[in-house]
T-cell receptor, first 113, second 113 residues
Framework: GENVEQHPSTLSVQEGDSAVIKCTYS??????FPWYKQELGKGPQLIID?????GEKKDQRIAVTLNKTAKHFSLHITETQPEDSAVYFC????????????FGAGTILRVKS | NAGVTQTPKFQVLKTGQSMTLQCAQD?????MSWYRQDPGMGLRLIHY???????DQGEVPNGYNVSRSTTEDFPLRLLSAAPSQTSVYFC????????????FGPGTRLLVL
């Protein structure tokens, strides 16, 4: 089955700097890769996703890149702000259990002002 | 449109007790699922359902039961609570279309003593 690894587990950046979180996956058949942001005491919220027919997608300060050959994808946050502080999860869609999302272990992002 | 709702928000159980975690969605989604979230392990799929009357096991189903009598509701039952079931539980729903966005509820924090 699918396995997703996520790095780093914690990341501290200064306000205004960029943050990059990387994930690798094992199943070459996976073709949908969402990123979720989880704030304290809340459920994960989708912030951006990418499908295997594109290599990059941007939404304002957030971008995701996908390298299907190397089986890795990354989240890029530019001009970080204190409200970006949260736990970020990457995931890969596995058809093993219907619409099963296989999640990475998460990255705690702290933006210092 | 409330999205995905979960009750209770927090629960303390004694070992051996049983309880039901409630989940409801008002988006007419066919697919519903339960995840548990443990530190350093991301979210793991417990059970899922692709429609009313249809349920199946995820990757960590032992100790849990589910049923799906309506499209809207997907309760998770702990038959005999164990300390290993101390976790945060999230319900999610999505359209059955492949690669569709999954929406998460706010979570139920469970402590088993």
């Amino acid at each position: 089955g699918e396995n997703v690894e996520q790095h780093p587990s914690t990341l501290s950046v200064q306000e205004g700097d960029s943050a990059v979180i990387k994930c690798t996956y094992s199943d070459s058949a996976s073709n949908y890769f969402p990123w979720y942001k989880q704030e304290l005491g809340k459920g994960p919220q989708l912030i951006i996703d990418i499908r295997s027919n594109v290599g990059e997608k941007k939404d304002q300060r957030i971008a995701v890149t996908l390298n299907k050959t190397a089986k890795h994808f990354s989240l890029h946050i530019t001009e970080t702000q204190p409200e970006d502080s949260a736990v970020y999860f990457c995931a890969a869609l596995s058809l093993e259990y219907g619409n099963k999302l296989v999640f990475g272990a998460g990255t705690i992002l702290r933006v210092k002002s | 449109n409330a999205g995905v709702t979960q009750t209770p928000k927090f629960q303390v159980l004694k070992t051996g007790q049983s309880m039901t975690l409630q989940c409801a969605q008002d988006m007419n989604h066919e697919y519903m699922s339960w995840y548990r979230q443990d530190p350093g392990m991301g979210l793991r799929l417990i059970h899922y359902s692709v429609g009313a009357g249809i349920t199946d096991q995820g990757e960590v189903p032992n100790g849990y039961n589910v049923s799906r009598s309506t499209t809207e509701d997907f309760p998770l039952r702990l038959l005999s609570a164990a300390p290993s079931q101390t976790s945060v539980y999230f319900c999610a729903s999505s359209s059955l279309a492949v690669q569709e966005t999954q929406y998460f509820g706010p979570g139920t924090r469970l402590l088993v003593l």
